[in-house]
């Protein structure tokens, strides 16, 4: 995945600044969506900026950092076409990619440190969703139980 929406409260800051480097130096598109420095701010507002960036199709996925990154993911997960996905493994990274299809990666900038975070970032950005079938039919069922579509 490319052209990457980017985003964190000010718990996050400090790593998502880490994250920002990082995607540079691998040669990613990326645009920050704040917050631009450590005054407190209310995660739901970034979450939704982020959210609806990927759903608009501006952007084709998002990285979500806030203290714990629970409360991004909480929030990311209401809008629709959203699935975020909180990662603190790199297992985790790549399940949610090949069996979620997973469009945006929540982490903790309290929770997980640089090296780890980077490492997850890096298998998120290049593991493909399956497209097997079962996987197919679960996601469908997602967006017709909870989404009415
Ligand atoms: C902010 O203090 C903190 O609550 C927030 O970053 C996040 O962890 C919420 O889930």
């Known amino acids: 995945m490319n052209n990457i929406a ?3 409260d000010h718990g996050g800051y400090d790593l998502k600044t880490e994250i920002i480097g990082y995607l540079k130096e691998m040669g990613y ?13 209310h995660y739901p507002d970034y979450a939704y900026k982020v959210s609806q960036a990927i759903t608009e199709k501006e952007f084709e996925c998002g990285i ?3 203290g714990t990154g629970i409360g991004m ?3 990311a997960n209401k809008v629709k076409g959203i699935r975020a996905s909180l990662c603190h493994d790199s297992f985790s990274a790549r399940m949610t990619r090949e ?3 997973s469009n945006v990666l929540t982490m903790g900038g309290r929770v997980i440190g640089i090296g780890l975070a980077k490492d997850i970032v890096k298998t998120w950005l290049n ?5 097997e079938s079962r996987h ?9 139980i909870y989404n009415n579509c």
């Open 6 to 8: 980017v985003a964190s």
């Open 136 to 144: 197919i039919v679960r996601l469908q069922k997602i967006d017709k």
């Open 29 to 41: 598109a990326y645009r920050d969506f704040g917050c631009y420095d450590k005054k407190a701010v």
């Open 73 to 75: 993911s909480i929030a």
């Open 64 to 66: 979500l950092i806030c």
């Open 99 to 101: 069996h979620n299809d």
């Open 127 to 131: 593991t493909e969703f399956s497209q």
